[in-house]
């Protein structure tokens, strides 16, 4: 589908604050985009899909105590096209990562934990998730380049894992819940994907004469050591703070050779093939 040309970029949204002026706005652009959510073909951007999810949960009160369309705005948060942003949402904010089965009560929003029923509705709701996306890892024909790599990149990883924890004594039980844990994370990893290569299919930094590019195999790679932890961790695997945020990764990155271009202290280094020069992040 075509993004529309009046469409709201995702830097105006993260932008607008918690003055009276600003507050209004959220509360007219919530409107509108739920309106268009409504329609018979949504045509939210990702970025708009994640926003207005957000905005619902982070409000709801508000908007009871408003009678705001309360009742429909909740109702929105169960939209098919908002499925992405729940799945998101769980795994990132409520640390579904490492629980998959839901044996604890995670704590969502200022604090508030889900009720044991609300936590089983996360579980059906992430196993179903589970299972589609087990399917789509499968298949090696998408033409989606950053899907056909996440596939490729997650088999891998997920093969290399399920026999590390079986030859150290890890039950069946402990393992499939691990698989799932794995198979999810890497949806995440695409999803957030999706948000690196809106606009571009690379991203170029420079250290001196060279040109580093980062595409979608780069991001894929990378991914998996800033995506959120799983237990019992990617063996072997470092896993950076979560405030390194894995959809601004490249934003981080170019903010960092910018650094090291400026400081000057590496400006003569040579990478390039020919001279098997590799740069490695690990």
Known sequence: MAKRKDYYTKEYLDGLGD??????????????????????????????????????????????????????????????????????????????????????????????????????????????????????????????????????????????????????????????????????LYKYIYLRGLEVVRDTNEHQFTIGQNTIIYDYESFVHLGRHIAPSVRPGLIGKSNFSQQFLLGNVHSTLKETFDKIRESGKIADIQINRDTNTQLFLN
């Open 19 to 184: 003055s009276e002026a600003d507050v209004e706005t959220k509360i007219e652009i919530l409107d509108r985009l739920s309106n268009r959510l409504r329609m018979s073909v949504p045509d939210l951007t990702p970025d708009e899909k994640h926003w207005v999810y957000d905005s619902i949960l982070a409000n709801a009160e508000h908007f009871k105590n408003q009678d705001s369309h309360w009742e429909e705005r909740i109702a929105d948060l169960a939209h098919p096209a908002l499925r992405d942003s729940r799945f998101i949402y769980l795994l990132l904010n409520c640390e579904y990562s490492n629980d998959i089965n839901g044996h604890r009560l995670h704590r969502h929003l200022r604090e508030k934990k889900f009720t044991a029923w609300e936590n089983e509705e996360n579980v059906v709701f992430l196993n179903e998730v589970a299972i589609e996306w087990k399917d789509i890892l499968k298949l090696r024909n998408h033409r989606d380049q950053l899907l056909q790599r996440t596939c490729i990149e997650a088999e891998s990883i997920i093969e290399e894992e399920m026999d590390a924890v079986q030859d150290n004594g890890m039950g069946y039980f402990l393992r499939e819940a691990y698989r799932k844990q794995l198979t999810l």
